[in-house]
């Protein structure tokens, strides 16, 4: 696994169990999925690590604790899909009108070189 006092770059893509893609850092995947917003800046994003998988920040924003656990799992240039319950997700509140409440959600990520 990678240095928890460390910080990586991350393409990732994040869906519903459906399917449903709702964000992407890719500039290809937000055009194929109907995402694409020419006020986006589509790169790598820094994922700062922590020992506590609840405390990885994503551009100084603590991430959703699902994403911090499956990226302290990884290694070094490697890609993985992961899934996990609301609970480690955006819970009984969801996010805005794309992410119900109690949804299960999945993430492709890929960790990438420094832009």
């Given at each position: 696994p990678l240095p928890t006092d460390t910080?990586?770059?991350?393409?990732?893509t994040g869906r519903l169990?459906?399917?449903?893609?709702f964000d992407t850092n890719e500039a290809d995947?937000?055009?194929v999925y109907g995402l694409y917003s020419?006020?986006?800046?589509?790169?790598?994003?820094a994922v700062a690590l922590n020992e506590d998988y609840a405390s990885v920040t994503m551009s100084g924003s603590a991430t959703i604790p699902g994403f911090g656990a499956a990226i302290l799992l990884m290694h070094p240039g490697e890609k993985a899909r992961t899934a996990f319950f609301?609970?480690?997700?955006?819970d009984w509140y969801g996010s805005g009108s794309s992410i119900p409440p109690f949804c299960p959600i999945v993430?492709?990520?890929?960790?990438v070189d420094k832009p």
């Open positions: 910080t990586v770059y991350v393409n990732y169990p459906g399917g449903l893609v995947s937000a055009k020419t006020s986006n800046s589509y790169a790598p994003v609301s609970p480690l997700g955006y993430f492709d990520i890929s960790l």
